[in-house]
């Protein structure tokens, strides 16, 4: 009876990779299969047989595409340095720099991420030195910040993984604190770190979408843009919807094929 | 006698007209004053509003005016959330082939607002610079069609003039009585900004309720009301109040 108290605690992960394939359910007709082929041959299919207006729709976002990569790899760099500024941060036994970076964490994880931008970009945007930030660079500020908030705490796990005796092994050899967190603890860190990291990426580039608020003309701005003008409502959201679920797939696989090599040793 | 049940059945009608007066929902994207603005109060206000409910008055129906992003503000009429949008929608042959409109009840010609030290005099010296409007108006179809020029679109009209005014953008296209209201009236962006100069239109530009396809039941009422406002000077008075007279 009491042994049902005594289990392991399950850990829920629900991330952006929910999607992600597990590799024991690596069949050929997996999910994640039906939902890439399929989204790719609904929109072959769509252009196909009605390329108007559904391959004018297509034709009208390629630009947007970029623009969304554009903001998702340029956020994703600016918040993988703060998230590493902020993990270790956050190990800090200097505690005003933990306390900087818990603050930074909490700041930003209780506002949403459509306010922070609203924030970045208008409010702001009326200070004299904020004045000549362009939006893309604005967009980027803001989904780096956010972004790096959780991924601060990403790394803070990911460090706080590896297990003790590592660094009282290095620093028995005479490693100082530093070298021992840049040459012993962070090369092993980075394994549980970037399963994470590549999920943290996908949900960026979805969140990436709420840039169009900024006048950023990215992928869903352009499928607004058009159907703004084409009123072509159901169409042009029905292939934005399909080219970001096509995008995201494909980096959720790719995602988990890098997992898979980093779980080498770890096999089951 | 006749005459007496012609008069009983008109104030019967009065009556149940009162009683009954039908509902109209109408659509309003209230980010445009002063056009169509919501006051300190959350009210709709403006020059729209006021004209609907002149209209409604005069035409008999109970208008409510439903606050509707700009986005999908011709999405929701096709669905049918309301019978019809009162958002200073300019009259174009692209709409009409998706919707149809009133008889117009306001002219517009396209305004340029920039900065007062911008030079900016023609279309001419738009070559090269950005220029933006809100998304899906007229203003930014006519951006798009200046050579030369990038044009960026914003979800509303305001938050390109803060842009503009901040200095991100050469300059803001929009109906004039907006882009006068914001370069000219308001109180911050006025000594910044300016209405530099109006592009004339090809054909006249005029604003129409917008109904669905087929709605002659809607559209004549409202057509039936915004008659009766300009011939009894309703209309004049309305418009004396926001623009001063003609």
């Known amino acids: ?268 | 006698m006749r005459t007496r049940i012609a008069l009983a059945l008109l104030a019967l009608f009065l009556m149940a007209g009162n009683a009954l007066a039908k509902d109209v929902v109408f659509a309003v994207d209230a980010t445009y004053p002063p056009m169509e603005m919501v006051d300190a109060n959350k009210n709709i206000v403006g020059f729209g509003p006021e004209i609907v409910a002149a209209i409604g008055k005069a035409a008999g129906f109970n208008p409510i005016l439903k606050n509707t992003a700009w986005d999908g503000i011709f999405a929701g009429l096709a669905s049918g959330k309301y019978d019809a949008i009162a958002s200073s929608v300019s009259i174009t042959d692209e709409r009409k082939q998706t919707m149809d409109f009133t008889d117009p009840y306001f002219e517009v010609k396209q305004g340029v607002v920039t900065a007062k030290d911008a030079g900016i005099k023609t279309v001419a010296d738009l070559k090269g610079k950005t220029i933006a409007s809100q998304m899906g108006t007229t203003g930014y179809f006519v951006c798009k069609k200046i050579e030369g020029a990038t044009a960026k679109s914003y979800d509303e009209i305001g938050l390109a003039v803060e842009d503009l005014y901040n200095g991100r953008l050469d300059a803001v296209i929009a109906d004039d009585s907006v882009a006068s209201n914001y370069a000219l009236q308001h109180e911050q962006y006025s000594q910044k900004l300016t209405l530099a100069f109006l592009i004339a239109p090809e054909k006249p530009e005029y604003l129409g309720f917008a109904v669905n396809k087929g709605n002659k039941e809607i559209a004549d009422l409202i057509n039936k009301g915004l008659a009766a406002i300009k011939a009894n000077g309703e209309y004049d008075k309305i418009y004396a109040k926001w623009f001063g007279s003609k």
């Open chain 1, 1 to 268: 009876m009491n042994q049902h108290f005594h289990k392991k605690a399950v850990k829920i992960d629900i991330g952006d990779g929910a999607a992600i394939p597990v590799r024991k359910d690596a069949g050929l007709f997996t999910a994640w299969w039906m939902t890439f082929f399929g989204a790719i041959a609904v929109i072959v299919y769509l252009c196909v047989t009605q390329p108007e207006p559904y391959w004018r729709v297509l034709k009208f976002l390629p630009d947007g595409v970029y623009v969304t990569f554009q903001v998702t790899v340029l956020s994703i760099l600016l918040s993988l340095v703060l998230g590493l500024i902020t993990g270790l941060g956050r190990l800090s036994r200097n505690r005003i720099i933990n306390l900087i970076a818990s603050t930074y964490v909490e700041i930003i994880r209780g506002i949403p991420l459509l306010v922070q931008l609203f924030y970045i970009y208008y409010a702001l945007g009326r200070l004299e030195f904020f004045k000549d930030l362009p939006p893309m660079a604005a967009a980027v500020a803001a989904m780096g910040i956010c972004y790096g908030a959780y991924m601060g705490e990403v790394f803070r796990a990911g460090i706080d993984s590896i297990d003790k005796g590592q660094s009282e092994a290095s620093r028995s050899l005479g490693f100082n604190r530093a070298q021992t967190m840049m040459y012993v603890i962070l090369p092993q860190a980075w394994r549980t770190i970037l399963p994470p990291v590549g999920n943290e990426f996908i949900a960026l580039l979805k969140d990436s979408s709420l840039v169009s608020v900024l006048a950023v003309a990215d992928l869903m701005r352009r499928g607004r843009e058009f159907a703004s003008e084409s009123f072509l409502y159901f169409e042009a959201y029905t292939m934005v919807a399909l080219v970001y679920l096509v995008i995201t797939l494909f980096l959720s696989k790719g995602v988990s094929k890098m997992e898979q090599r980093l779980n080498y040793y770890e096999r089951d």
